[in-house]
Nanobody, 116 residues
């Protein structure tokens, strides 16, 4: 079984920066998986924000390109999302996702709000 625990949410002003973390535990090493960050705002569908493959290739939603950076520390089994130039429309619950073979796992989500 795999557990994902996100952290790093809170309140940040527009233009600010924040880093989210997702710690993975259980019988898996994230280095062999594809992981991603998704977000879901109230009344909206969950959307993909960024992904990183086992080979280290990254992908981003157009809305966050140039502002967000996904990375991981395999030694710590932890995924990160570094966010900068934050906008009010980035306000959401952010979820960590792990995909391995046919299995997918989700964290419980972490909320942050961009507001002055």
């Amino acid at each position: 079984q795999v557990q994902l625990v996100e952290s790093g949410g809170g309140l940040v002003q527009p233009g600010g920066s924040l880093r989210l973390s997702c710690a993975a535990s259980g019988s898996i090493f994230i280095s062999i998986t594809t992981m991603g960050w998704y977000r879901q705002a109230p009344g909206k569908q969950r959307e993909l924000v960024a992904t990183i493959t086992s080979g280290g290739s990254t992908g981003y939603a157009d809305s966050v390109k140039g502002r967000f950076t996904i990375s991981r520390d395999n030694a710590k089994n932890t995924l990160y999302l570094q966010m900068s130039s934050l906008k009010p429309e980035d306000t959401s619950i952010y979820y960590c996702n792990l995909q391995y073979l046919t299995m997918g796992y989700w964290g419980q989500g972490t909320q942050f709000t961009v507001s002055s």
